[in-house]
Nanobody
C-alpha cells in the first residue's frame, strides 16, 4: 500500500491550501485515514482523521474550525482543506492509513501502519 501526499506549498497567513493523499490500493473505502504534521524541531502531531464511513472525524484542537478532512472513496483519495492558515501551521504534513483503528485512538499515530512521504506547508507571516 502506497500513499502519495501532495498540495503543499508556500502561502501567506490567512490563506488556504488543500492537501491530497492518493492511495494505491483500490478499495480504501474501509480504511481510516489520518493527517499528521511535524514542525522543525518538534515531534510529529495529530491534525485530523476520518473513519471509513466518514461518520467518525477527529480534529486536533489547534485546527478545529479551520481545517476540514474529507475523502473520496471512488478516487481513493483523502483531502485536507486548510483555511485561515497561521505561521504555526508550518510543517511537513503526512497522511497515514490503516484498516484497524480504534475510534478512541484515531489521533494516535502508532495505530497507522502506512504513511505517505510528506508534503511541506510553509505559512509566512
Amino acid at each position: 500500500v502506497q500513499l502519495q501526499a501532495s498540495g503543499g506549498g508556500l502561502v501567506q497567513a490567512g490563506g488556504s491550501l488543500r492537501l491530497s493523499c492518493a492511495a494505491s490500493e483500490r478499495d480504501r473505502s474501509r480504511w481510516f485515514m489520518g493527517w499528521f504534521r511535524q514542525a522543525p524541531g518538534k515531534e510529529r502531531e495529530f491534525v485530523a482523521a476520518i473513519g471509513w464511513n466518514t461518520l467518525a472525524i477527529r480534529y486536533a484542537d489547534s485546527v478545529k474550525g479551520r481545517f476540514t478532512i474529507s475523502k473520496d472513496n471512488a478516487k481513493n483519495t483523502v483531502f485536507l482543506q486548510m483555511n485561515s492558515l497561521k505561521p504555526e501551521d508550518t510543517a511537513v504534513y503526512y497522511c497515514a492509513a490503516d484498516r484497524h483503528i480504534i475510534l478512541s485512538q484515531m489521533q494516535n499515530e502508532h495505530g497507522y501502519a502506512y504513511w505517505g512521504q510528506g508534503t511541506l506547508v510553509t505559512v509566512s507571516s
